[in-house]
Nanobody, 125 residues
Framework: QLQLVESGGGEVQPGGRLRLSCTAS????????VGWFRQVPGKEREGVSC????????NVANSVAGRFTISRDRTKSTVYLQMEDLDPEDTALYYC??????????????????WGQGTQVTVSS
């Protein structure tokens, strides 16, 4: 069965940091571009960042640029989202998603075909 699993979420104070991880079962995540998305209840899901299969091409949303970094470790078949200087507005359920191919130019949801269940990030004082 195809499955993506996010981990690393938690509760932190403003200005804190977290690193989210995305892993897969039933397929090799290294063969796909991967995106990170986030959603707050009652609001539209927002694209955060994406990375190509090779890891050489990345895109980051303006809302998190300079604070969030996407990367992947192909030896571990894992995609990361390093989040720095977290703000309460970053509070959301964060999802990783599998791209339909190796290269994705942005976090347009139509280009992703499999989603994890999400990991909660809460930023509060």
């Amino acid at each position: 069965q195809l499955q993506l699993v996010e981990s690393g979420g938690g509760e932190v104070q403003p200005g804190g940091r977290l690193r989210l991880s995305c892993t897969a079962s039933g397929f090799d995540l290294n063969d796909y571009a991967v995106g990170w998305f986030r959603q707050v209840p009652g609001k539209e899901r927002e694209g955060v960042s994406c990375i190509s299969s090779s890891g050489k091409t990345t895109n980051v949303a303006n809302s998190v640029a300079g604070r969030f970094t996407i990367s992947r470790d192909r030896t571990k078949s894992t995609v990361y989202l390093q989040m720095e200087d977290l703000d309460p507005e970053d509070t959301a359920l964060y999802y990783c998603a599998r791209g339909k191919n190796k290269y994705i130019t942005g976090t347009t949801e139509k280009n992703f075909d499999s989603w994890g269940q999400g990991t909660q990030v809460t930023v509060s004082s």
